[in-house]
């Protein structure tokens, strides 16, 4: 069975540094891209990006490039998401996504929950 | 920037028929995929290249395209139709989701 595990939720001060990891099982990690999907507190799903853990080839969103960090660790299975400097409008869900077709998403993560708040 | 668009809301009576929109200039070029989002849960696909159902998906779950616009139906609807649905399209370098639309059922 395939899962997508992320992991739990945050609480950040704005200007803090953030990462938050995926964890896929149950098939392949390579095989798969992961994608990773923002939802802010009652709004749509937005697209950010997305990297091909097999070789660590990244796409981003153009709302998301140059604020965020999107990265593998296939060794162990993780995509991870980055933050260098939090702001109170990155307070939102975050899923990760996959599946065998890199167009759509068959899989998703639970969801991570970050808040940022001074 | 590429924009797929969705009407907010449809409220629809138990055992009617429900028709969201998807409207976006890529659209005829390639596919659309439909996730239905319920309260506090992930979304789930239900429709993956503008017609096809995954296995588990209810039969009263179909899609249609038609030039710069693809159509969720879901026949005979139920009370745990309530949900909000994405419309999600792209390519392998990029994704783009609808704005989303709210289902009700009366």
């Known amino acids: 069975e395939v899962q997508l595990v992320q992991s739990g939720a945050e609480v950040k001060k704005p200007g803090e540094s953030l990462r938050i990891s995926c964890q896929g099982s149950g098939y392949y990690f390579t095989n798969y891209w992961i994608n990773w999907v923002r939802q802010m507190p009652g709004k749509g799903l937005e697209w950010m990006g997305r990297i091909d853990p097999s070789d660590s080839y990244t796409y981003y969103g153009p709302s998301f490039q140059g604020h965020l960090t999107i990265s593998a660790d296939k060794s162990i299975s993780t995509a991870y998401l980055q933050w260098n400097s939090l702001k109170a409008s990155d307070t939102a869900m975050y899923y990760c996504?996959?599946?065998?077709?890199?167009?759509?998403?068959?899989?998703w993560g639970q969801g991570t929950l970050v808040t940022v708040s001074s | 920037s590429y924009e797929l668009t969705q009407p907010p809301s449809v409220s629809v009576s138990p055992g009617q028929t429900a028709r969201i929109t998807c409207s976006g200039d890529g659209l005829p070029k390639q596919y659309a995929y439909w996730y239905q989002q319920k309260p506090g849960q992930a979304p789930v696909l239900v429709i993956y290249k503008d017609s096809e159902r995954p296995s588990g998906i209810p039969e009263r779950f179909s899609g249609s395209s038609s030039g710069t616009t693809v159509t969720l139906t879901i026949s005979e609807v139920e009370a745990e139709d309530e949900a909000d649905y994405y419309c999600q399209s792209g390519d392998n370098s990029r994704g783009v989701f609808g704005t989303g639309t709210k289902v009700t059922v009366l």
């Open positions: 996504a996959s599946g065998p077709n890199g167009e759509f998403f068959d899989y």
